[in-house]
């Protein structure tokens, strides 16, 4: 367990960066031997160009308000302050797995519930679910703005769980990996999947939530851990082979798939289900 502490406490970039490219790597290379869906007509790397632009602009993001997170992280162990703190006399497995469980209620889960539930934080979440062929690239295609709402979010958590920084980069690593994981457009087999969604977030529990429509799209908003939705009540399943990816809004190519527009859909009409005219087209009115 030492050895674990000693290494995230010091966990160089370069091995951040290693596992966020690595870790798309792999999962690009497994959906080429076991893909859920053969996606016709689609330029895979075309696709990834554009998910790896928004890829790039979240890292930029993290990297220029990390101090901020490190200055919490620092204050909390200070002034021995959140829940790692506060149950530091307990077996330090036990607090490792709960402060973990913890950090994804408040800076995965909870972020996205409200990414859905809230109207200006859906303009810029959209991007994320404007992908009509979703995979391992997809786990990173967040818009800047979002991008700012989920490092508070994790901010928040390091505050409140009171975690030491090996915890914030354990938390991060596991992040980006689970999340690559549950995108990739890949099938799990039927049994192994049940066993491993009631631990962790899984692929076929994932793309669940990417279906164009309500009100699949607003379930399985965990990332790491599956308990969440679970617990309130947000779980759901479905037929993956079924699955319409995107959403309802924009499902044109040239909105969800240049890179200019999917910047400015957050400043955009607003667009509803009820707002469809004769030709069963968007009116932006």
């Known amino acids: ?20 490219v690595g870790g798309i790597m792999f999962f690009w290379v497994i959906e080429g031997f076991q893909p859920l869906f053969q996606f016709t007509g689609h330029n ?40 790692m703190q506060w149950m530091s006399d307990f077996p330090l497995p036990i607090v490792l797995i709960t402060g973990l469980a913890l950090m994804d209620l408040i800076s995965a889960y909870s972020i996205h519930y409200l990414n859905h539930k809230i109207k200006w934080f859906w303009l810029f979440h959209l991007i994320h679910h ?5 995979d391992t690239t997809t786990a990173n295609r967040h818009h800047p703005g979002e991008s700012v709402l989920r490092l508070f979010a994790t901010i928040l958590g390091v505050l409140f769980i009171g975690a030491p920084i090996w915890m914030v980069f354990l938390y991060q690593s596991l992040s980006v ?12 087999p039927k049994k192994l999947d049940r066993v ?60 969800n798939s240049r890179i200019a527009n999917l910047l400015k859909i957050p400043f955009q009409a607003y667009r509803d289900n009820t707002r469809r005219n004769e030709n069963n087209e968007w009116d932006n009115a």
């Open 1 to 20: 367990m030492q050895t674990l502490i000693d290494y995230f406490s010091t966990m160089p970039s370069s091995h951040r960066s290693i596992l966020l």
């Open 196 to 255: 491993l969604s009631w631990v962790i977030v899984t692929p076929n529990m994932h793309h669940v939530h990417h279906h164009y429509q309500q009100p699949l799209t607003d379930t399985n908003y965990g990332n790491i851990f599956s308990i969440w939705d679970r617990v309130f009540g947000t779980y759901a399943e479905a037929d993956n082979s079924s699955l319409v990816y995107g959403v309802d809004t924009h499902m044109k190519p040239e909105e």
């Open 44 to 83: 895979k790397w075309k696709h990834a160009l554009t998910n790896i632009f928004f890829t790039l602009t979240t890292a930029v993001i993290n990297l220029s308000l990390a101090f901020v997170m490190v200055k919490v992280s620092d204050w909390t162990l200070a002034h021995h302050f959140g829940y």
């Open 177 to 188: 990996m689970l999340s690559q994981f549950n995108h990739a457009n890949i099938v799990l």
């Open 130 to 134: 404007t992908d009509t062929h979703v």
